[in-house]
């Protein structure tokens, strides 16, 4: 059973730093794109970063300069590094994993909430 399990989350005071962890679970982790979304109330989810099985990596405009993901294989866990957080950054973060051959393997954690206030 497939299992994406997200930590991290938080309140932090606008201009201070949060890192997501997710750990993965009953995937061949190494062959996954990992992916960052968040979704703020009322608005769709969004992709906020997405590293690739080789390392290359993408991000939202909004996020470039200040957010960085990264992956450890050897952990089965993707990070997302968040600096000079912004209230606009203030959202539940979802981590994804997205395998696709034949068929599509989408997976999706379970969310951590993110609150950026003073």
């Known amino acids: 059973q497939v299992q994406l399990v997200e930590s991290g989350g938080g309140l932090v005071q606008p201009g201070g730093s949060l890192r997501l962890s997710c750990v993965a679970s009953?995937?061949?982790?190494?062959?996954?794109?990992m992916g960052w979304y968040r979704q703020a109330p009322g608005n769709q989810r969004e992709l906020v970063a997405g590293?690739?099985?080789?390392?290359?990596?993408n991000y939202a405009d909004s996020v470039k300069g200040r957010f960085t993901i990264s992956r450890d294989n050897a952990k089965n866990t993707v990070y997302l590094q968040m600096n000079s957080l912004k209230p606009e950054d203030t959202a539940v973060y979802y981590c994804?994993?997205?395998?696709?051959?034949?068929?599509?393997?989408?997976?999706w954690g379970q969310g951590t909430q993110v609150t950026v206030s003073s």
């Open positions: 590293i690739t099985r080789g390392g290359t990596r």
């Open positions: 994804n994993a997205l395998f696709v051959r034949t068929k599509e393997y989408n997976y």
């Open positions: 009953g995937i061949n982790f190494n062959l996954y794109t």
